[in-house]
């Protein structure tokens, strides 16, 4: 499976961004999906995580109730909707795929996207 993440950009704190992650390949639908980020200076930290078939879902405490994970295993893409973001949220984010089932250890996530910075402005 290869991911391709875009949506990344520049706002201000409150606002939205909507993230993508295409993947190419037959199996996606088979995988488990997750959102991941990586803040200068700091660990890549678990956001958010979506099951193959979209049934279920689990999110970091510290987007609970702000972010939202979501697929669309016909356009074999998955999506992180990220609003009332904070400056706390500026990183670069990754999207990555699991055969595990709700997996928040990175060590888990077989393939990984390149990553798309979202810069959160005060």
């Known amino acids: 499976v290869q991911l391709q993440a875009s949506g990344g950009g520049l706002v201000q704190a409150g606002g939205s961004l909507r993230l993508s992650c295409a993947a190419s390949?037959?199996?996606?639908?088979?995988?488990?999906m997750g959102w991941f980020r990586q803040a200068p200076g700091k660990e890549r930290e678990f956001v958010a995580v979506?099951?193959?078939?979209?049934?279920?879902?689990y999110y970091a405490d510290s987007v609970k109730g702000r972010f939202t994970i979501s697929r669309g295993n016909a356009k074999s893409t998955v999506y992180l909707q990220m609003n009332s973001l904070e400056p706390g949220d500026t990183a670069v984010y990754y999207c990555?795929?699991?055969?595990?089932?709700?997996?928040?250890?990175?060590?888990?996530?077989?393939?990984w996207g390149q990553g798309t910075l979202v810069t959160v402005s005060s």
């Open positions: 990555a795929a699991t055969t595990a089932t709700l997996a928040t250890d990175k060590l888990w996530y077989n393939y």
């Open positions: 979506i099951t193959s078939t979209g049934t279920n879902t």
């Open positions: 390949g037959r199996a996606f639908s088979r995988y488990g």
